[in-house]
């Protein structure tokens, strides 16, 4: 005779009991779900685009603008040197190509402008520097008086990969600020990202929130240029000229007072006179820099650019020191929600062009999930007529026992609400086939015992106890190998890994504990002379 702890026996009726309700509200409509307890698991599964429907698209990175912003730095980092170096003056600082050429005024200066110049050229890691791996950025060459800072290959690759790092949060937070909606967002190769939006039925304005470069900035403004001025191109290398929303150009400050990097809130409001606008709040070193330059320049304006277009122009009237304020000039409500959003989320560190969209309609996601269903019927079935016939009462509790597989897989994709697509039903229906391959196993080896003169209860012990190492070597290394998969794959291959590995799992269980436990209970109960297997 044979006894289970009082221990064990609650915790393995209580895993199936709370996989059963796990799996519950699948079945249920969204009124009976909505009428369940709060302590009850309300959760569904998470369907895939494949299954749902969507939008797919592939966006690819304009690496262009990349190096031509990381330019734009480098000559203002040159500026910086000429002004805070005493002695050491550069003319014609130009971008040319990849490279910043310039030259130094006086033949004395050239090696402490060497010197000041070398911190621009030393190595960084990047976002994904990995075990202390560094790449050098620029390269610095001298010819005589003239300098030439150029940027490399590497240093272009990794400003790319960073740039793409970062492109995938911001988009990340403007298509899911709630982290509710299951996107599937990942890069390809170096300079493109696959988006995937399950249940999206609007692409336009998933397009729209997307494409948006949301780069704010604060600049000085050149008062004292003309529109002549402006369109004889008599502006210093350091200013350039912007549109002004409603018409015409103003000249600005290329470098920055304050950037959209340094807002640490932004949000929908209304400015003194009812119309809509965007209250923002900087960082600490944000309002330090905006406090002081504009307790500087009081009375001359400064402009507010959105995207390379000045939406206002606001004169100083005293030094703004508590590091927020507002935007106004947006237009109507539904705009200045989304551009507080879009200001949160950050600017896109890089444009995003758009090289493939797909939408895929809810008739083809009811079309795969039928065929899904199918299969895993038609599957169920046959597993449980083979057992059965097979095995006769054994394969009864092993089809008991497969029932409540596919019941805890339900339940944990539900409660850990990862995406069911295609291939993950593929991987459901491949578990529930390896589920009983366990049991096989386990029961073969028991007819065996019983061959050799075993009793029933040593029969069992044995069977279960020589069957044990074959069984667990099986299942880890399929289990590696989903592992493998989800950490190599992408998007439904990812899929198909979870649900597999979730299976895997779940199948050793229920195969093998709670045949075990059945088994034991009515071998206890019945006491058969004979097991008939």
């Known amino acids: 005779m044979s006894t289970y702890p009082r221990w064990k026996l609650l915790l393995i009726l209580s895993v199936c009991l709370f996989g059963?309700?796990?799996?519950?509200?699948?079945?249920?409509?969204?009124?009976?779900?909505?009428?369940?307890?709060?302590?009850?698991?309300?959760?569904?599964?998470?369907?895939?685009?494949?299954?749902?429907?969507?939008v797919h698209l592939l966006l690819e990175a304009k690496t262009d603008d990349i190096i031509e912003g990381r330019l734009e730095n480098l000559a203002g980092?040159?500026?910086d040197i000429r002004r805070n170096e005493k002695g050491v003056n550069f003319a014609g600082v130009r971008i040319e190509g990849r490279s910043v050429i310039?030259?130094?005024?006086?033949?004395?200066?050239?090696?402490?402008a060497r010197t000041a110049l070398l911190p621009l050229t030393q190595a960084s890691a990047g976002l994904g520097g990995m075990m202390g791996a560094t790449?050098?950025?620029?390269?610095?060459?001298?010819?005589?008086?003239?300098?030439?800072?150029?940027l490399t290959d590497e240093g272009i690759s990794m400003q790319a990969r960073d740039a793409i790092s970062r492109a995938l949060e911001v988009v990340r937070k403007r298509v899911d600020p709630d982290g509710t909606r299951e996107i599937t967002l990942q890069p390809q190769g170096d300079n493109r990202i696959v988006l995937q939006v399950p249940g999206e039925s609007d692409p336009q304005r998933l397009l729209s929130v997307i494409s948006t470069a949301a780069k704010l900035s604060f600049h000085d403004v050149n008062t004292n240029i003309t529109p002549d001025d402006i369109a004889r191109g008599r502006i210093r290398s350091s200013e350039k000229a912007v549109p002004v929303r409603g018409g015409g150009e103003m000249v600005i400050e290329k470098r920055a007072i304050v950037s959209g990097d340094?807002?640490?809130?932004?949000?929908?409001?209304?400015?003194?006179?009812?119309?809509?606008?965007?209250?923002?709040a900087f960082n600490t070193s944000g309002a330090r820099r905006?406090?002081?330059?504009?307790?500087?320049?009081?009375?001359?304006?400064?402009?507010?650019?959105?995207?390379?277009?000045?939406?206002?122009?606001p004169r100083i009237i005293t030094a703004i020191l508590g590091g927020s304020g507002q935007i106004t000039g947006i237009g109507g409500v539904q705009e200045a929600q989304e551009l507080a959003t879009l200001l949160k989320a950050g600017a896109l560190p890089v444009p995003l062009e758009v090289m493939e969209q797909r939408t895929v309609g809810p008739d083809l996601g009811a079309d795969s999930i039928a065929a899904g269903e199918v299969a895993a019927v038609i599957g169920f079935l046959a597993v449980v007529a083979y057992m059965f016939f097979g095995y006769g009462w054994f394969g009864i509790i092993s089809n008991i026992a497969l029932?409540?597989?596919?019941?805890?897989?339900?339940?944990?994709?539900?409660i850990f609400q990862a995406t069911l697509t295609l291939p993950g039903i593929a991987g459901i229906v491949l578990t529930i086939g390896m589920a009983v391959d366990a049991n096989v196993i386990i029961f073969e080896r028991i007819r065996e015992e019983q061959l050799a003169g075993r009793k029933p209860f040593a029969?069992?012990?044995?069977?279960?106890?020589?069957?044990?190492?074959?069984?667990?070597d099986a299942n880890i290394t399929t289990f590696i190998a989903a592992f493998v998969l989800y950490f190599l794959g992408s998007g439904p291959v990812q899929g198909f890994a979870v649900t597999l590995g979730i299976g895997i799992i779940t199948s050793v269980f229920s195969a093998v504990v709670l045949t075990r436990l059945i088994l034991t209970t009515w071998l206890n109960r019945a006491r058969p002379e004979k097991i008939n297997i």
């Open 102 to 112: 310039f030259s130094v005024t006086d033949d004395e200066m050239i090696e402490k």
């Open 290 to 313: 905006f406090g002081n330059h504009t307790r500087e320049n009081v009375g001359r304006p400064f402009a507010i650019v959105l995207d390379n277009e000045i939406i206002s122009a």
């Open 262 to 280: 340094d807002l640490v809130d932004a949000k929908a409001a209304f400015d003194q006179n009812g119309q809509p606008a965007v209250a923002f």
């Open 20 to 54: 059963f309700i796990a799996a519950l509200p699948n079945f249920l409509s969204e009124q009976q779900r909505a009428e369940l307890p709060d302590f009850m698991p309300s959760k569904t599964l998470n369907l895939g685009l494949d299954l749902r429907g969507g």
């Open 403 to 414: 029932f409540t597989n596919v019941l805890l897989i339900l339940g944990a994709l539900s």
């Open 135 to 150: 790449v050098q950025e620029v390269s610095l060459e001298r010819e005589g008086r003239k300098f030439t800072l150029t």
């Open 459 to 472: 029969a069992l012990s044995e069977g279960y106890g020589q069957a044990m190492s074959t069984v667990i």
């Open 77 to 79: 980092q040159v500026r």
